[in-house]
């Protein structure tokens, strides 16, 4: 890597790529700074991944690829070998992981001592694939731009992250069947189940896996009147929203 690309990493991520601990927010224990999402099994939320020195070094490496140099140029895709950039962020995400309290250690065949089926945890496995991310997405959204309900596409593996720039929003999530999927009597209706919201802010991180990354849709709606917090509407901006992900292996 040439000095460049070294003073990039350094400004965005410090200096985590050499064994010392990932600046987060301010600067807390990063194995406390996970929040699983308690009503969707398999959802993350790390509120303080990127504090703001870090997202403005991040967003002006972004800007120097010429990306979005255009308004007509809103989204960006890399495959295979990620930019320096986005593979040191990759790294950064399985560091702070397995730094945290919540990966769930590889069970031994036919030991159940101990296993809670329910329990909020990071599957391990998925963390020790190599690469952890071979694809690369990133959108600019304006103002009332979002993106509708959906889940990705079953050519990606298990385990997505979403990090979120520059502008606030509330990501909305819904069962894929439309219902709560809970246990019911014989002959009662599963009734639909509300869309549970996600407030993100610049510099969180979101990680899906399990069942809320094939069991869930997700969504942001930004247009008048969808994007409220605790009775606020929210200050819309431009947003940039970047997603890793890896492609299935092909047989």
């Known amino acids: 890597m040439d000095a460049t690309n070294e003073e990039i990493l350094r400004q965005v991520f410090g200096d985590s790529s050499d064994g010392e601990d990932l600046e987060l927010g301010d600067g807390s224990d990063p194995s406390n700074c996970w929040e699983p999402i308690k009503e969707i099994k398999g959802l993350w939320l790390c509120r303080d ?3 703001p020195q870090r997202q403005s070094s991040l967003l002006s490496t972004i800007q120097n690829e010429g990306w979005f140099t255009e308004a007509s140029h809103n989204q960006a895709m890399r495959f295979g070998d990620l930019p320096a950039w986005a593979a040191e962020l990759s790294h950064s995400i399985r560091k702070v992981v397995l730094a945290s309290d919540f990966v769930l250690e590889p069970i031994v065949l036919g030991n159940t001592d101990n296993v809670n089926e329910n329990a909020c945890s990071f599957p391990s496995d998925l963390f020790c694939r190599e690469p952890l991310f071979d694809q690369l997405i990133l959108n600019s ?6 993106i509708c309900a959906h889940i990705d596409l079953m050519r990606f593996e298990d385990g997505i992250a979403i990090l979120s720039l520059e502008s606030s929003c509330v990501m909305h999530f819904s069962p894929v069947d439309g219902t709560s999927r809970g246990f019911l009597m014989d002959g009662e209706k599963d009734p639909p189940l509300a869309k549970i919201p996600v407030y993100l802010t610049p510099g969180s ?7 809320a990354r094939y069991l869930w849709k997700h969504e942001i709606n930004r247009m008048p009147g969808f994007q409220n917090w605790e009775g606020e509407e929210l200050n819309q901006k431009r947003r940039i929203s970047i997603t890793l992900r890896k492609l299935c292996q092909v047989e």
């Open 49 to 51: 991944f990127l504090p």
């Open 141 to 146: 959204y304006q103002p009332g731009e979002g």
């Open 205 to 211: 991180l979101i990680f899906m896996s399990g069942e």
